[in-house]
């Protein structure tokens, strides 16, 4: 499970910090990245169960 994990924040961390890093719409982007956390941690969970 953790090597899921540290794959699902590895790729959202990638992700995000570009998003994170304009400051063009910052509430945009927090809601863009609060729901990436969720379908990471989600995402995570599930590959942590099947393996």
């Given at each position: ?8 924040l590895g790729l959202l961390?990638?992700?995000s910090y570009p998003l ?32």
């Open positions: 499970m953790g090597r899921a994990v540290a794959l699902a961390w990638a992700v994170l890093a304009i400051p063009e719409s910052g509430s945009a982007q927090l809601v863009w990245v609060f729901t990436a956390w969720l379908v990471a941690i989600v995402f995570a969970a599930g590959t942590g169960r099947d393996g």
